[in-house]
């Protein structure tokens, strides 16, 4: 996959978008700043914009403590009771140094520095509080409905840890009370989703200062989870007619160069070695590999389409600011796979990869799913008729997908058009998880071919594509769905045994070894703590099934479970539960692919367009045997 966005960040560069909410949310920052200088006269402004759930301010401070949220609330609900004008002033650039200098505000003046001379400045002001803004704002402080003072936060001067360290504080603003609680809720809930506070809690992962920031240590509860995503990842990539690819985590800094990566990817690379006089870097991205390996052998139009698929892990450099829990790291795994196809398979292919991100991101229970195409740039390489023609037929996909899609007109790589989708959680936040993209430039820059039936040597297409992304990215926005309580084909323990007492101790082993012996994930919690204890703890662990068990149950041998949601089941005999359990948790599969489509015959000669089977509903493999002579 070449995208090297995982994270989509929030929108909060230069000028205030012209809405009524991002200007009171503005305005609400100048407010902000104000009361903070007014409680700490010493304190320097940054900068202060809206954002997209509210704004922040950036200040050279003392950290701020939790008490200071009410004091600068308090001041924040006399500066908007005063209901001062917000007046906006225009002068040149000299007036506003000289002004901003005779405050102090140094941050102010490095700002107008960089305003080309001659030019002429903007700020505002309400009563005593000045700022350097283009605006717009709300007339008067008194225009700020509600709002609240959310957290503190550190921050660097102009994004960069070699900058100066400031303190940022983050508010939000609404039109009305009502909406401002609801917000609050929504992040209380969001708070209680954070897959960082849920990972300690569940000891599903951890990171290590001494390993280093921003790499993954995976406990076993979190291995297991993620095993049961690689493993489904698999089985359907072989469904699907992909062969599985090993590559190595570190290649020869040329590998790199051919591919283009090291003249325009420099500052993401990790490491860099030298032994035996041949410099070497740790792999930033699969597809040079997998390219290494269509170019082990002279390629036959028959061979094509070749789709490898590796979970193949990944090194980048991120800066220590941008890291967040498992959503921005500097080790992660690609759900990646390569496509090396005819021109004339762009549209099946890219079709099955579409079908295949949606069958996936379903099954995982997001059924919210927006999509994007992204056409040719202004600049771009290769042939404009071959990008005519791929993006016709990538529009024709799209159009049979039968969903609504946006458009991003030129939005597209200089390399390829590409399919994104989005996915929304359950609690509406959106991410970027699956991406389809064509490629005409890293077959040139390896110079990949293959022998046409008239025998002339042609190149192939490449498609890069991911499904869920990276797997601990998509690893949080599981955790963050579920809140924790993975469905029972994820869950690391799927059933707890709690004997009441000590003489029913023996008969939890027993069910234990029952389940566990069908398959099933249990343990045993035979402590002598009170049975409430026992049940608390199974709830904070959030286990699906709790099995407890006394000596009438061991004498009828039979289990009364209890949900984690509190639901007590009758009792049942325990060979009914074991065989129920095993029902429910079973692996879901994707149903778009029916045995009777399965089957459909390999290596045909290059087909004409119009017979493509993508008009059909569903996505089928071409091949049902995943490994090729
Ligand atoms: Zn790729
Ligand atoms: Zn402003």
Same mark, same amino acid.
């Given at each position: 996959?070449?995208?090297?966005?995982?994270? &989509?960040?929030?929108?909060?560069?230069?000028?205030?978008?012209?809405?009524? !909410?991002?200007?009171?949310?503005?305005?609400?920052?100048?407010?902000?700043?104000?009361?903070?200088?007014?409680?700490?006269?010493?304190?320097? %402004?940054?900068?202060?914009?809206?954002?997209?759930?509210?704004?922040?301010?950036?200040?050279?401070?003392?950290?701020?403590? /939790?008490?200071?949220?009410? +004091?600068?609330?308090?001041?924040?609900?006399?500066?908007?009771?005063?209901?001062?004008?917000?007046?906006?002033?225009?002068?040149? @650039?000299?007036?506003?140094?000289?002004?901003?200098?005779? +405050?102090?505000?140094?941050?102010?003046?490095?700002?107008?520095?960089?305003? *080309?001379?001659?030019?002429?400045?903007?700020?505002?002001?309400?009563?005593?509080?000045?700022?350097?803004?283009?605006?717009?704002?709300?007339?008067?402080?008194?225009?700020?409905?509600?709002?609240?003072?959310?957290?503190?936060?550190?921050?660097?001067?102009?994004?960069?840890?070699?900058?100066?360290?400031?303190?940022?504080?983050?508010?939000?603003?609404?039109?009305?009370?009502?909406?401002?609680?609801?917000?609050?809720?929504?992040?209380?809930?969001?708070?209680?989703?954070?897959?960082?506070?849920?990972?300690?809690?569940?000891?599903?992962?951890?990171?290590?200062?001494?390993?280093?920031?921003?790499? %993954?240590?995976?406990?076993?509860?979190?291995?297991?989870?993620?095993?049961?995503?690689?493993?489904?990842? +698999?089985?359907?990539?072989?469904?699907?007619?992909?062969?599985? %690819?090993?590559?190595?985590?570190?290649?020869?800094?040329?590998?790199?160069?051919?591919?283009?990566?090291?003249?325009?990817?420099?500052?993401?690379?990790?490491?860099?070695?030298?032994?035996?006089?041949?410099?070497?870097?740790?792999?930033?991205?699969?597809?040079?590999?997998?390219?290494?390996?269509?170019?082990?052998?002279?390629?036959?139009?028959?061979?094509?389409?070749?789709?490898?698929?590796? =979970?193949?892990?990944?090194?980048?450099?991120?800066?220590?600011?941008?890291?967040?829990?498992?959503?921005?790291?500097?080790?992660?795994?690609?759900?990646?796979?390569?496509?090396?196809?005819?021109?004339?398979?762009?549209?099946?292919?890219?079709?099955?990869?579409?079908?295949?991100? =949606?069958?996936?991101?379903?099954?995982?229970?997001?059924?919210?799913?927006? !999509?994007?195409?992204?056409?040719?740039?202004?600049?771009?390489?290769?042939?404009?008729?071959?990008?005519?023609?791929?993006?016709?037929?990538?529009?024709?996909?799209?159009?049979?997908?039968?969903?609504?899609?946006?458009?991003?007109?030129?939005?597209?790589?200089?390399?390829?058009?590409?399919?994104?989708?989005?996915?929304?959680?359950?609690?509406?936040?959106?991410?970027?998880?699956?991406?389809?993209?064509?490629?005409?430039?890293? /077959?040139?820059?390896?110079?990949?071919?293959?022998?046409?039936?008239?025998?002339?040597?042609? @190149?192939?297409?490449?498609?890069?594509?991911?499904?869920?992304?990276?797997?601990?990215?998509?690893?949080?926005?599981?955790?963050?769905?579920?809140?924790?309580?993975?469905?029972?084909?994820?869950?690391?323990?799927?059933?707890?045994?709690?004997?009441?007492?000590?003489?029913?101790?023996?008969?939890? #082993?027993?069910?234990?070894?029952?389940?566990?012996?069908?398959?099933?994930?249990?343990?045993?919690? #035979?402590?002598?703590?009170?049975?409430?204890?026992?049940?608390?703890?199974?709830?904070?662990?959030? &286990? *699906?099934?709790?099995?407890?068990?006394?000596?009438?149950?061991?004498?009828?041998?039979?289990?009364?479970?209890?949900?984690?949601?509190?639901?007590?089941?009758?009792?049942?005999?325990?060979?009914?539960?074991?065989?129920?359990?095993?029902?429910?948790?079973?692996?879901?599969? !994707?149903?778009?692919?029916?045995?009777?489509?399965?089957?459909?015959?390999?290596?045909?000669?290059?087909?004409?367009?119009?017979?493509?089977?993508?008009?059909?509903?569903?996505?089928? *493999? #071409?091949?049902?045997? /995943?490994?090729?002579?």
């Amino acid at each position: 996959m070449k995208d090297k966005e995982q994270v &989509i960040r929030p929108r909060d560069k230069g000028d205030v978008p012209d809405d009524p !909410l991002s200007r009171m949310r503005h305005s609400a920052s100048h407010v902000m700043a104000d009361a903070v200088r007014r409680l700490r006269p010493n304190a320097k %402004v940054a900068i202060g914009p809206s954002i997209e759930t509210g704004f922040y301010y950036d200040f050279d401070t003392e950290p701020f403590e /939790p008490g200071d949220v009410e +004091r600068i609330e308090a001041e924040m609900r006399k500066i908007i009771a005063e209901n001062l004008p917000f007046e906006r002033r225009v002068v040149s @650039r000299d007036e506003a140094l000289k002004l901003f200098r005779s +405050r102090g505000e140094k941050y102010k003046v490095e700002i107008i520095e960089s305003i *080309p001379e001659g030019d002429e400045v903007s700020y505002f002001q309400h009563g005593d509080f000045i700022d350097l803004c283009r605006g717009p704002h709300v007339e008067r402080t008194g225009d700020i409905k509600a709002f609240k003072v959310l957290s503190f936060a550190g921050a660097y001067w102009r994004g960069d840890e070699r900058n100066a360290q400031l303190q940022r504080i983050y508010g939000t603003a609404f039109g009305s009370e009502q909406e401002l609680k609801e917000h609050l809720a929504r992040l209380e809930e969001a708070k209680r989703r954070d897959h960082r506070l849920l990972g300690k809690q569940l000891d599903l992962y951890s990171m290590d200062d001494l390993v280093g920031p921003g790499f %993954v240590l995976w406990h076993p509860k979190g291995a297991f989870v993620r095993f049961q995503v690689e493993d489904l990842i +698999r089985r359907e990539n072989l469904r699907r007619g992909y062969e599985l %690819v090993y590559t190595p985590h570190v290649a020869r800094e040329q590998l790199l160069e051919t591919s283009g990566h090291l003249a325009h990817y420099k500052e993401n690379l990790f490491g860099g070695m030298e032994l035996d006089g041949q410099r070497f870097l740790v792999k930033p991205m699969n597809c040079p590999f997998h390219i290494a390996i269509y170019r082990s052998q002279m390629r036959s139009y028959r061979d094509l389409p070749l789709r490898y698929s590796e =979970l193949g892990t990944v090194y980048r450099y991120e800066r220590s600011g941008a890291l967040h829990g498992l959503l921005r790291v500097r080790g992660f795994t690609q759900d990646d796979g390569h496509l090396f196809i005819r021109e004339d398979q762009i549209g099946d292919e890219v079709a099955r990869c579409v079908h295949f991100a =949606l069958d996936m991101l379903n099954l995982f229970g997001f059924k919210d799913i927006e !999509l994007f195409l992204s056409t040719r740039p202004e600049s771009f390489m290769g042939d404009a008729a071959v990008w005519d023609r791929a993006e016709e037929a990538l529009k024709g996909v799209m159009d049979r997908l039968g969903r609504p899609y946006q458009m991003d007109e030129g939005g597209g790589a200089f390399y390829g058009p590409k399919i994104d989708l989005k996915i929304k959680d359950a609690i509406g936040r959106e991410w970027q998880c699956s991406t389809v993209q064509l490629d005409f430039q890293l /077959p040139l820059n390896f110079d990949l071919e293959y022998v046409a039936p008239d025998g002339s040597r042609q @190149r192939p297409v490449m498609v890069h594509r991911a499904l869920l992304g990276s797997i601990e990215r998509f690893m949080a926005v599981l955790i963050e769905q579920h809140a924790g309580a993975f469905p029972l084909w994820l869950a690391p323990v799927q059933a707890r045994v709690l004997s009441v007492s000590e003489k029913a101790a023996d008969y939890a #082993t027993q069910v234990v070894e029952r389940l566990r012996f069908a398959g099933l994930r249990a343990e045993a919690d #035979t402590t002598a703590d009170k049975l409430g204890a026992k049940v608390r703890r199974a709830q904070m662990e959030k &286990i *699906p099934y709790m099995v407890v068990v006394g000596e009438k149950d061991m004498a009828a041998h039979v289990v009364s479970p209890r949900t984690r949601e509190g639901q007590q089941q009758p009792a049942e005999p325990l060979d009914d539960f074991v065989r129920r359990l095993a029902e429910e948790s079973v692996m879901p599969q !994707l149903l778009s692919l029916q045995p009777s489509q399965a089957s459909q015959p390999s290596g045909a000669a290059p087909a004409s367009p119009s017979s493509s089977p993508i008009s059909q509903p569903i996505s089928q *493999p #071409t091949s049902g045997v /995943p490994g090729k002579p």
